[in-house]
């Protein structure tokens, strides 16, 4: 599976909009971009994902460039909860196999 | 909402001993899969499971652990003979059908491992 690259923190209000982006310039046209989250002391939560684009759901949404080498996960109001590290991650189409976890983005969120 | 239910929560197991960790997948789920995290380090992939064998699995995974299924919805990770380095989170995931790489994997809240 290609390789993401992700900022190591970032910062957010409470009740703002947060952008997550990631780059993932080694896409190929199989990939999924998939994003997961894991909050404190708690088991990785899938988020959303997308091929090419975009889309939403009751937690975020996410906006896929048109060359798909990068992408943007939206939180359009965060909230205190949403303080977690965040994970952008790509899986195979075809794929049913395991998530290469990096680093990922830790999000503060400020009341 | 159905959810992955892992137990126990937390285990402590002296060094050399054997450990088994329990988890119960999402009930119309067929593909398994454990992960584990060590305190401060990234989320690594062990082993994944479908149609009751293994399907893939990392260098993490030696001779020392194993995966059964022993009934319809029990997964299980055993390892054999524990050591200090063994100490870790350890998560159980699930998804269902469709192998289009678009399947998001369900985890539970993990077993926390001690190895004394």
């Known amino acids: 599976d290609a390789k993401t690259t992700q900022p190591n923190s970032m910062e957010s209000n409470e009740e703002e909009p947060v952008h997550l982006p990631c780059n993932h310039s080694t896409i190929s046209g199989t990939d999924y971009i998939h994003w997961y989250r894991q909050l404190p002391s708690q088991g990785p939560e899938y988020v959303i994902h997308g091929l090419t684009s975009n889309v939403n759901n009751r937690m975020a949404s996410l906006a896929i460039a048109e060359d798909r080498k990068s992408s943007t996960l939206i939180l359009h109001r965060a909230t205190l909860r949403d303080a977690a590290v965040y994970y952008c991650?790509?899986?195979?189409?075809?794929?049913?196999?395991?998530?290469?976890f990096g680093k990922g983005t830790k999000l503060s969120v400020k009341p | 909402e159905p959810e992955v239910t892992q137990t126990p929560s937390h285990q402590v197991t002296q060094m050399g001993q054997e450990v088994i960790l329990h988890c119960v997948p999402i009930?119309?789920?067929?593909?398994f899969y454990w992960y584990r995290q060590i305190l401060g380090q990234k989320v690594e992939f062990l082993v994944s499971?479908?149609?009751?064998?293994?399907?893939?699995k990392s260098e993490i995974f030696d001779d020392q652990f194993s995966v059964e299924r022993p009934d319809g919805s029990n997964f299980t990770l055993k390892i054999r003979s524990t050591k200090l380095e063994d100490s870790a989170m350890y998560f159980c995931?699930?998804?269902?059908?469709?192998?289009?790489?678009?399947?998001?994997?369900?985890f539970g809240d993990g077993t926390r491992l001690s190895i004394l």
């Open positions: 499971f479908y149609n009751n064998e293994i399907s893939e």
């Open positions: 995931a699930s998804s269902g059908r469709g192998g289009q790489g678009n399947q998001p994997q369900h």
């Open positions: 009930s119309n789920h067929l593909y």
């Open positions: 991650i790509l899986k195979r189409r075809g794929s049913q196999g395991n998530l290469i």
